[in-house]
């Protein structure tokens, strides 16, 4: 929707909004999904700018634009405790309900 090196986006208003937004380019950012059952796939991006633009339900969005690095599917479990991904979830091990930044 958003083009070929689209990898994310933010809202511009509610509690994404609020959120520290500070990447520079160059810096990795990861992002996480669920292909199946127990497993979490991570992408890893190498940041290069930002631009603003409006999603399909209209509203204003920040999106994210970087160059695609590397994946990584890890079992859940391994996951929560993961030096690099521990902070996608909360102490149970579930997914946090939000972005992390």
């Given at each position: ?26 810096e990795f950012c990861v992002v996480a999904s669920q292909p199946s059952p127990g ?32 994946e990584e599917t890890i079992p859940k ?25």
């Open positions: 929707m958003f083009g070929p090196d689209a990898f994310y986006e933010l809202d511009t208003s509610g509690s994404q909004a609020e959120k520290q937004f500070g990447f520079r380019p160059g497993q979490v796939r991570f992408d890893w991006y190498k940041f290069t700018s930002f631009r603003l633009d409006v999603d399909d339900e209209r509203k204003s969005v920040r999106v994210l634009l970087g160059k695609f690095e590397k479990v391994e996951a929560a405790s993961h030096k690099y991904y521990y902070p996608f979830f909360d102490k149970n091990g579930n997914f946090k309900q939000q972005s992390v930044l």
